[in-house]
């Protein structure tokens, strides 16, 4: 099942954002090469054998531009 | 990619594709917090009204929520949401602006609601500067900061907000940063529940305006700085003030319990025979 899902014409792009790069603590994003409408960079999608669905991308993005399924909401990262 | 829609689309206008803030702005952060409280309470929009006033942190209730949201004069959306309080008393009434709006300009609406314990949550979105004017000296500002109105460094001290938000007597009053979104909605599901004057001050980046002057740079990096020096209220109170320099202290600063405004007066009306 997919864990990630991305929305990446939301994404405001991972050069002046890169909020998710920064928490993911499997540093499983990477900027695609394509823009999205808008001309930002969004993430390529993240290697689903490497998540841990911890939910961290979904709760730190600050565009709404990531979802994870069965995400970690109330986890706590400390 | 997929016709899925992010889990708290349900909450917003669907007309509005894109937020209205620059790219890794933390008021994007804390409207999700804001929503995953909403939506863990099993609350829905028409529960719900939403003020803010003026700034870039204005602009988190409307265009974005798909709610009754009142967009006011600067300084002024506690008295509007005092009224609209009056009127309403069913809803929750929450707050939205930002540090310039509620500390600066609305200093004075923030103490008084606080002091009079109205049923209200505010969400006073900290970016310690004014962002949308083009990153002005805040009273949040830090005492020594560059800004384009402090080009020699900022001379004044600033505002613990929620040391006077406790000082004013408010009945909840918590502080997080962006690096602690999770906390953040804890917070406020408690804040929203409170029946009383409750304040989450919630410490943001502004990559934009912030970030430039302070050169404390991108998104990431003023994260990072949340990071490695918020603390815990609980660490903090054990510590000398000397060692908090620097420090953003973070926590649970007041939960309790004491009379109410509107069921005050409800009660006032009801011993002299007033019209409830
Ligand atoms: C009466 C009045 N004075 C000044 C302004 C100009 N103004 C607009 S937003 C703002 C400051 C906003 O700062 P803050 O509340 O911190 O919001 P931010 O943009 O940082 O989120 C000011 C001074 C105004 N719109 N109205
Ligand atoms: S955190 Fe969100 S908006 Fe920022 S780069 Fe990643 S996907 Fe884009
Ligand atoms: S859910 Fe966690 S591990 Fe998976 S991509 Fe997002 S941040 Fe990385
Ligand atoms: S100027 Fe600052 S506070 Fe305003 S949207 Fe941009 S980053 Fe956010
Ligand atoms: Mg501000």
Redesign the interface.
């Known amino acids: 099942m997919q864990k990630v899902i991305l929305f990446p014409q939301s994404c405001k792009g991972m050069e002046d954002c890169g909020i998710c790069a920064f928490v993911c603590p499997r540093s499983l994003f990477v900027a695609s090469e394509e823009m999205n409408e808008s001309g930002y960079l969004p993430p390529l999608p993240p290697d689903e054998e490497k998540c841990t669905a911890c939910g961290n991308c979904m709760i730190y993005c600050p565009d709404f531009a990531i979802a994870v399924e069965g995400g970690a909401v109330d986890g706590s990262e400390e | 990619?997929?016709e899925?829609?992010?889990?708290?689309?349900k909450y917003?206008r669907p007309q509005v594709?894109?937020?209205t803030?620059?790219?890794?702005?933390?008021?994007?952060?804390i409207?999700?917090a804001l929503l995953?409280a909403i939506d863990?309470l099993g609350l829905t929009m028409d529960d719900f009204v939403f003020v803010s006033g003026i700034g870039c942190s204005a602009w988190i209730p409307s265009p974005l929520l798909n709610a009754d949201t009142l967009h006011t004069t600067h300084g002024r959306p506690i008295a509007y949401a005092s009224g609209v309080k009056m009127g309403l008393p069913d809803k929750h009434v929450v707050v939205v602006s930002g540090d310039g709006d509620l500390s600066a300009i609305g200093g004075n609406h923030l103490i008084h609601a606080a002091r009079r314990n109205i049923d209200m949550t505010v969400i006073l979105v900290n970016n310690g500067i004014y962002g949308m004017t083009g990153g002005q000296t805040a009273p949040t500002t830090p005492y020594g900061l560059t800004t384009i109105t402090s080009p020699y460094g900022n001379a004044e001290q600033e505002f613990d907000i929620s040391a006077l938000v406790v000082a004013a007597g408010g009945s909840y009053v918590a502080r997080w940063t962006?690096y602690?979104?999770?906390q953040m909605?804890?917070s406020i599901k408690k804040a929203i529940q409170k029946k009383g004057f409750a304040m989450i001050e919630a410490i943001t980046q502004c990559?934009m305006q912030f970030g430039r002057v302070s050169k404390q740079g991108?998104?990431?990096n003023m994260?990072?700085n949340y990071k490695q020096n918020g603390i815990r209220i609980e660490k903090a109170a054990k510590m000398d003030p000397s060692e908090l320099q620097g420090k953003i202290v973070e926590g649970v600063f007041v939960d309790c319990d004491k009379p109410e405004l509107i069921s005050s007066v409800a009660a006032l009306q009801r011993r002299t025979g007033g019209k409830e």
Do not use: N, W, Y
Not at chain 2, 4 to 9: A, E, F, N
Not at chain 2, 21 to 29: D, E, S, V
């Open positions: 990619m997929s899925k829609t992010h889990p708290l689309r917003m594709k894109k937020t803030f620059c790219p890794g702005c933390g008021a994007g952060i409207t999700q995953r863990e962006t602690h979104p999770r909605t804890k990559p991108s998104a990431v994260l990072k």
